[in-house]
């Protein structure tokens, strides 16, 4: 459905699972595990994963905290977007890497859900992509302190408002790991 021509592949994005972004972050171990489980599954179906790494003031390039979790190991032949904003495809290379691939859809896994998650699936379904949120395998630390509501009402509400999103030619929804397609026009 996606309104970009003869783009019918479908691509993992794996969103910011870096060490200083996971480190407070709502069910940590378990939304790692489930993205674990959803690069093994792209991979055995030679789909395309394409990891993105936020850089700003908490996060030096190259620091500690900037580096991707352990758990989660990137192949050499999977694209790395280093990426400055929220939104994944701002000023970065993302969009030429997907439409090198021919990918229309993408499935959008990663950190924070209320900043990167959020503008990246905003992002791409105003581009034209086909946009399936994984909901159990995104997450955000817990900014309640601030006004937010609590981190798994966070990741709740998201899931809830992105589920059914609709728009000319394109559409947007959640599911969760055990859910996930990776054919085009599957619900997953």
Known sequence: MTTLPGRQHTALLVIDVQNGVMAGSHDRDGVIANINTLVGKARAEDVPVLWVQHADDQLQRDSER?????????????????????????????????????????????????????????????????????????????LSAYGAPPPGQVIAHTNLYWHGQLAPGRRGDTVSTAEVTFAGGDAG
């Open 66 to 142: 900037w580096q991707y979790v352990p758990e989660l190991v990137r192949h050499d032949a999977e694209p790395l977007v280093h990426k400055n904003y929220s939104d994944s495809f701002e000023g970065t290379e993302l969009e030429t890497l997907l439409a090198e691939r021919g990918v229309g859809r993408v499935i959008v896994t990663g950190a924070q859900t209320d900043a990167c998650i959020r503008s990246t699936l905003h992002g791409a379904f105003v581009r034209g992509y086909d946009v399936t949120l994984v909901g159990d395998a995104h997450t955000t630390e817990d």
